[in-house]
């Protein structure tokens, strides 16, 4: 059996555990994917976070992706990445670089095990700040900087490509040269905060064979995860164009989601009540939750092609993202919404409902440093729907102890 077709029955533990810890950030991040702001007072206490740490090492998980929301601004965050290295649980966490001061990145510099992804949208300032914020861009600089100053080792520069930055793939690249850290591209999903947005900053179909070209010539020095291999369908029909990467949906097959409160999604990118398969307070914790989840169980069943079967793409591509179809309202049988081929325009222009708002921890009001995108797009009105949260602070900070 091909490796890849053993992680699409699914595997014992997940290879890669995404975690949001908090839901608290000091940034409004236009495309914020968990439309982060506010602190959910029932995120996991300290002790609560130590105990799935705790069952993640007896899982043999891998290494765990925290992040948020900003989860440096947890006054016990530096103490759970301890916690975890020294039990066999390595971290990457992604940060937008606000609490990584010298000091701190000379701590890291000395830690085993722990691997940091800095956050940056545009390779200028102008790019970056109108989609993450007045200050930003400095901001990750001054993160980077400070990492390479420390001695700190291939630091990870993480990059959502946009219609505003795909101009500017090779700057990236520059960035991450200076500094001695690996360029990351990720896709732009059409989910949390990034739905208002989703049709102004997703790629337009010459830039995406524009980032497919880059990816060939680039592929072995830059990291892309499972982002791209719906671009695959541009290369020869016999799937010899696929790119590096998991070139398939990892979805509660590979990968998943905890998010603050302990509730366990299929994938970090579909944080909604379709997509959630228990939470890992209730007994069995989230060995149960992995191993028994019907959801889980669902998409680990050998799947059909659905409408994307009479493809000659498909199996290169197939059928694209899960969590682009269902935030654009595409079946998700069907195709992927950014379809090379351009099976996807034709889908957008047919019938489809758009889902509901699944959470939506936003700040009341934008800030003034709020990006320009976030004041000016549309705000899904959300008054048929219960608030997920009853008393999100509007501080990021609010709630928590001092240290």
Known sequence: MKLVENFELGLDAPICLTWELTYACNLECAHCLSSSGRRDPRELSTEQCEAVIDELQRMQVFYVNIGGGEPTVRPDFWHLVEYAV????????STNGVRLTPERARWLAGSDYVDVQISLDGATAEVNDRVRGTGSYDTAITALRNLHDAGFRDAKLSVVCTRENIGQLDD?????????????LTRLRPSGRG???????????EQQRELYEWLLAHGDGVLTGDSFFHLAAFGPEDGSGALPGLNLCGAGRVVCLIDPIGDVYACPFAIHDQFLAGNLLADGGFDRVWKTSALFQELREPQTGGACSGCAHYDSCRGGCMAAKFFTGLPLDGPDP??????????????????????????????????????????????DLAPPVSACAESPLAGFAPN
Not at 86 to 93: E, L, N, P, T
Not at 195 to 205: I, K, M
Not at 362 to 369: D, I, K, Q, V
């Open 86 to 93: 020294a039990h066999d649980v390595g971290v990457k966490f």
């Open 172 to 184: 990236f690249k520059a960035i991450a040269d200076r500094f001695g850290a690996t360029l990351r």
């Open 195 to 205: 739905a208002d947005v989703w049709d102004e900053l997703h790629p337009l179909p």
């Open 338 to 383: 950014e379809c090379v081929q351009g099976y996807g325009e034709s889908a957008l222009a047919g019938e489809r409902t758009i889902p509901a708002v699944g959470q939506d921890h936003s700040r009341s009001a934008p800030s003034r440093n709020a990006p320009v995108l976030l004041t000016l797009s549309r705000r899904r009105p959300d008054s």
